[in-house]
T-cell receptor
Framework: KQEVTQIPAALSVPEGENLVLNCSFT??????LQWFRQDPGKGLTSLLL?????REQTSGRLNASLDKSSGRSTLYIAASQPGDSATYLC??????????FGTGTQLKVEL | GAVVSQHPSWVICKSGTSVKIECRSL??????MFWYRQFPKQSLMLMAT?????????EQGVEKDKFLINHASLTLSTLTVTSAHPEDSSFYIC??????????FGEGSRLTVL
């Protein structure tokens, strides 16, 4: 069963800061890795998808990297904005296809 | 991009009644869909995998007779919470994988059982 750990659990930063969210997982036999954001009381919005053969993906101010062999992924957010405030979840489906989520990183970007 | 739609987005029901939640893939076909439950300030917990044309696969601890799943077509899966009780109040979310393996989520359905 895939175990996912995200660090930090919570983060509060002033607007404009660059920040890094970390994700580690136990089963490196993954198909891909996705980063999501979840706003309170809402579903999940897909941010980035990294295929297992890729090392990184970029979308706007977001950049995600993947080191499959070490079971790590990072999400880099540049020039953070208050609208970035949300819970960020990484999702690496493991080889056993047990699709589990960690508790995510709760981000608050303050004016 | 691909869209997954859930309905209703929120529902309030009396204890003992049954509630059906629909999950639709709007512009793609999904032979598999996933149902999650999320309690306040907690992570998403996988309840079951819905398979078109066959029985759903339930996670350990999830009652099959309580949470009925029907994958009626390649674009529709339904979750019925039978004889709902206050402890079933939660946020239920479905998801479906797209053709590239990317997972798409519905908007979620908040169930409140009085």
């Amino acid at each position: 069963k895939q175990e996912v750990t995200q660090i930090p659990a919570a983060l509060s930063v002033p607007e404009g800061e660059n920040l890094v969210l970390n994700c580690s997982f136990t089963d490196s036999a993954i198909y891909n890795l996705q980063w999501f954001r979840q706003d309170p009381g809402k579903g999940l919005t897909s941010l980035l998808l990294i295929q297992s053969s890729q090392r990184e993906q970029t979308s706007g101010r977001l950049n995600a990297s993947l080191d499959k062999s070490s079971g790590r992924s990072t999400l880099y957010i540049a020039a953070s904005q208050p609208g970035d405030s949300a819970t960020y979840l990484c999702f690496p489906p493991g080889g056993g296809n047990k699709l589990t989520f960690g508790t995510g990183t709760q981000l608050k970007v303050e004016l | 991009g691909a869209v997954v739609s859930q309905h209703p987005s929120w529902v309030i029901c009396k204890s003992g009644t049954s509630v059906k939640i629909e999950c639709r893939s709007l512009d793609f076909q999904a032979t598999t869909m996933f149902w999650y439950r999320q309690f306040p300030k907690q992570s998403l917990m996988l309840m079951a995998t819905s398979n078109e044309g066959s029985k759903a696969t339930y996670e350990q601890g999830v009652e099959k007779d309580k949470f009925l799943i029907n994958h009626a077509s390649l674009t529709l899966s339904t979750l019925t919470v039978t004889s709902a009780h206050p402890e079933d109040s939660s946020f239920y979310i479905c998801s479906a994988p797209g053709t590239t393996g990317e997972l798409f989520f519905g908007e979620g359905s908040r169930l409140t059982v009085l």
